[in-house]
């Protein structure tokens, strides 16, 4: 099974300031296409999730450009450039060569 | 506009059976995958089951596997989860969400607001 790992689990930050949130998967997710099977997913407060993030890099239609995604392999990174109040919630990584989602990361305004 | 609704949750006894419908409107149903996925009371996501358009493709978590059934019907644009021998720890708010491309596995475009399953007596 494909287990992934998230940190920090908790992620205090300062609106205006970067944030990034690392996802490590025990199995490369890097398909013989060229492509890494990682999605990345916002569950903001009393929400359902949304999607950020697809190939590992690439942003959903209507995600903002402070929000970039890169990795390979098996180490992934979400970053926020800028940190705004809006994105506040529950971040969540998942691989989907065989679907399983990280633990989660908690991003909530200092 | 792409609109994903579930029911069918509720309050259920140890053991009992239950089924989820996630009905959907506002695209071609039958051109998309499906997912449940599901969140127990303050944890996170957890990935339930996947049926492809045509249903010739279903996968399940080992979690579930065995005890629930995913099927669709493309006719009437809804997607079920059969759910049986239902424990404690099957207590969760079930998303159904859409695989928004055809040659991209997961990109999950559209969730429904979820249903609410609680196994308790």
């Known amino acids: 099974d494909t287990v992934m790992t998230q940190s920090p689990i908790s992620l205090p930050v300062t609106p205006g300031e970067p944030a990034s949130i690392s996802c490590r ?13 990682l999605d990345w997913y ?24 402070r929000f970039s995604g890169s990795g390979s392999g098996t180490d992934f990174t979400l970053k926020i450039s800028r940190v705004e109040a809006e994105d506040v919630g529950v971040y969540y990584c998942m691989q989907t060569l065989g679907y399983s989602f990280g633990q989660g990361t908690k991003v909530e305004i200092k | ?17 239950v089924r989820l419908s996630c009905t959907a409107s506002g695209f071609t149903f ?25 249903s010739d493709n279903i996968y399940y978590a080992d979690s579930i596997k065995g005890r629930f059934i995913i099927s669709r019907d493309n006719a009437k644009s809804s997607l079920y989860l059969q759910m049986r021998g239902l424990r404690a720890e099957d207590t969760a708010v079930y998303y159904c969400a859409r695989e928004g491309h055809p040659l991209i596995p997961g990109f999950f475009d559209h969730w429904g607001q979820g249903t609410l399953v609680t196994v308790s007596s």
């Open chain 1, 42 to 65: 916002l569950q903001k407060p009393g929400q359902s999730p949304q999607l950020l993030i697809y190939l590992g890099s690439s942003r959903a239609s209507g995600v903002p450009d």
């Open chain 2, 30 to 54: 039958s051109n998309y995958s499906f997912n449940w996925v599901r969140q127990a009371p303050g944890k996170g996501l957890e990935w339930v089951s996947h049926i492809a358009g045509s």
């Open chain 1, 25 to 37: 998967s025990n199995q490369s997710l890097l398909h013989s296409s060229g492509h890494n099977f």
């Open chain 2, 1 to 17: 506009e792409v609109q994903l609704v579930e029911s069918g949750g509720g309050l259920v006894q140890p053991g009992a059976s």
